[in-house]
């Protein structure tokens, strides 16, 4: 979760009201930022850098459950480059990047004072680490599990401001240098804070990139002389990787904001590009094992309660969503703010420190309350391919009770009709809930029961909708534990199966049940001659196959499979397929 709230701070608002609201909600992480304004003035010893805020936030964070994770995005003004810039235009990159970078890092057992970035970073990490000189008193008890040991070197250094004239490091008449060069001042300021780090705290994760958007590339006015651009994340992180020197970065971090028609909410598969995207370039530079967090991100077109529903969607799409590697860890933005959609809180009321939830923060406390503490199987697929591109399913499962939980919906496009799905339960009582947006009975909760066959059917729309399982978990379990061939008088070939159910319940067959077993010979079916149409439990069927006369020169691999169509469901679909070998004669 990300803060905006140093403003409230100043104001003397009490933003331990947030992050009570934060605890409350199921936040576990707060990514916050400290940044070299701290710092007075090149000649003030660290005992006198102003750390108010930082301690504040830091300290209420911990007392509320919740670790912090610090970005370092800004300089201080007697320290920055080009000290003419505006204030409100400070945090951006290529504005200010530090002087004295070139300076030499370590000195001894620490940091040289002469590169004033790399001493910040060094004072700030010796202070919030487990152990650090902040963690004493009454804080001592809280170091070892919120001692600070993440540290993301900027915020969204690709995003750039140019006057029309050009100066300094900023955009001017030549772009691709310019950027080239911030680009090499980046990859420089990451090096300079890994050396600090490491001289700091050895087990320091010091996070790189923060990059805002991977494929989303903008260029707006910001006045008649000034304008943004925002360099592709993909490009600025590729110019990283070829200016860098220094490779111990614990990680890369993201902020995967998409575009889109305005009213559109996340597109899954849009997000799961932007993720295969940046893991290609992980891997292209010997990365593929380092961790990758999408430290912001959020989905604010439309009204609150069309944005409360990127909450489940974004974090499940961005954690489970991929075949490969998911994001290791995500941060929604924002805890609160004065306007937007995708804030959790909103300032409202009369009073200084008057926070009120809006609907993303009722969606994210829904989510963890769900969702925390299952271990999550990945998405489910119908094997309709118009079907799956339309709409996600993903499944949980609780590691302790095994009881699984469904979080799905239908992809977002206007005037779209609901999507026919099939929930593979194994529990009778099951209960749905829609997405929560406030605090009343309006959730819609309700149960059903599953289907004789075990199945729950569900229409989605765009709105996410849980589904857990309630009940007992009991379903049949059909194994095949034999398979094996006879010969005919006429020379045709039988195939044979043996057939257990060792699951909990009797399997019982309906009308619709296309078989219970079928055979195949080198992967074409071959129909049995009877299916049994209840397996009691415990029950053992031997079921036979019409003879066939295949060709006998050479050898063939005969299958026998139980419930092919998973027509009815069974507590483990892993075990349902026997094999043995027709030798050629």
Request: proline content about 7%; overall charge negative; charged content about 20%.
């Amino acid at each position: 979760m990300n803060e905006n709230l140093r403003g409230d701070f100043n104001l003397g608002w009490p933003c331990d009201t947030v992050l009570a609201l934060m605890g409350t909600a199921g936040v576990g992480w707060w990514r916050g930022s400290v940044d070299m304004s701290v710092w007075p003035n090149p000649d003030s010893p660290p005992n006198s850098w102003d750390w108010h805020f930082t301690d504040s936030m830091v300290e209420v964070a911990a007392t509320h459950g919740i670790k912090t994770l610090f970005c370092m995005p800004g300089v201080a003004r007697w320290a920055c480059t080009d000290t003419s810039i505006p204030r409100s235009l400070g945090w951006v990159w290529s504005n200010t990047p530090p002087r004295n970078l070139a300076a030499q890092v370590e000195s001894g057992d620490s940091v040289a004072r002469e590169n004033w970035w790399a001493y910040f970073v060094y004072q700030a990490i010796m202070r919030y680490k487990p152990g650090g000189t902040f963690w004493t008193g009454s804080r001592a008890a809280l170091s070892e599990s919120f001692g600070i040991r993440y540290w993301e070197v900027w915020n969204e250094p690709n995003f750039m401001t140019s006057p029309a004239a050009g100066s300094g490091y900023r955009v001017g008449t030549s772009v691709e240098d310019s950027i080239w060069v911030v680009e090499s001042l980046y990859a420089r300021i990451c090096d300079v804070s890994l050396q600090a780090a490491r001289k700091a705290d050895p087990e320091a994760g010091v996070l790189v990139g923060a990059v805002s958007g991977v494929e989303h590339e903008d260029l707006h006015p910001v006045s008649p002389a000034t304008y943004h651009r925002l360099v592709k994340g993909k490009d600025w992180l590729r110019g990283y990787y070829s200016n860098r020197h220094d490779t111990l970065n614990f990680g890369i971090t993201v902020h995967p904001y998409q575009t889109g028609d305005a009213g559109k909410a996340l597109i899954p598969d849009t997000f799961a590009r932007d993720l295969d995207t940046v893991r290609g370039i992980m891997l292209a530079n010997g990365e593929s094992d380092k961790a990758l967090w999408a430290t912001e991100f959020a989905y604010q077109a439309g009204p609150p309660d069309f944005a409360a529903q990127s909450v489940p969607c974004g974090h499940l799409a961005g954690l489970g969503g991929n075949p490969v590697k998911f994001y290791d860890r995500m941060f929604w933005a924002s805890m609160a703010f004065d306007v937007g959609s995708s804030e959790l809180l909103q300032h409202q009321g009369p009073s200084p420190g008057y926070y009120a939830q809006q609907p993303c923060y009722y969606a994210y406390q829904q989510m963890t309350q769900g969702l925390l503490g299952k271990r999550l199987n990945g998405r489910i697929l119908s094997g309709d391919p118009v079907a799956d591109a339309g709409m996600r399913v993903y499944e949980l499962e609780d590691p302790v009770s095994g009881k699984k939980t469904w979080v799905g919906w239908r992809d977002y496009a206007p005037h779209a009709a609901g999507v026919a799905v099939r929930i593979p339960t194994r529990t009778d009582l099951l209960d749905i809930a829609l997405l929560a947006r406030r605090a009343d009975a309006d959730q819609s909760d309700f149960s059903v029961t599953a289907r004789t066959d075990g199945w729950v059917g569900l229409t989605l729309g765009p709105t996410p909708v849980y589904v857990h399982e309630t009940g007992t978990v009991t379903r049949p379990d059909l194994v095949v534990d034999s398979t094996w061939t006879s010969e005919n008088p006429d020379h045709t070939v039988t195939f044979h199966a043996r057939v257990k159910n060792i699951g909990n319940r009797e399997l019982v067959s309906s009308g619709k049940l296309g078989s219970v077993l079928r055979f195949a010979i080198d992967g074409t079916p071959v129909d049995p001659v009877a299916e049994p149409k209840r397996l009691a439990l415990g029950g053992i069927a031997v079921v036979r196959s019409a003879p066939v006369s295949p060709d006998r020169n050479v050898t063939h691999l005969v299958s026998a499979t139980a419930n092919p169509g998973k027509d009815v469901m069974e507590l483990n679909f892993d075990n349902n397929a026997g094999y043995c070998p027709l030798s050629a004669r």
